[in-house]
């Protein structure tokens, strides 16, 4: 079942478009799938630097403790 990339709604096909259910979103299939697209990019790079973050501070930490 396809999700709405605004509300998370569902999303029902109808003349060849995606339309969500609950806010009204209207996108054709390539609209829809750069979208989703796009979120997954945002939160491949959120993810990447939370574990940039991580290293950073481990090695603060590992090097503070050798002290």
């Not at 609950?22 to 993810?47: F, Q, V």
Request: charged share 45%; aromatic share 8%.
């Amino acid at each position: 079942m396809a999700r709405c990339p605004e509300c998370g709604g569902e999303m029902v096909s109808k003349n060849k478009r995606k339309i969500c259910e609950t806010c009204g979103l209207a996108l054709t299939p390539s609209e829809y799938d750069r979208e989703w697209d796009k979120i997954r990019a945002s939160k491949y790079d959120r993810d990447e630097d939370l574990q940039k973050k991580r290293k950073r501070e481990y090695l603060h930490w590992y090097e503070s403790s050798k002290n």
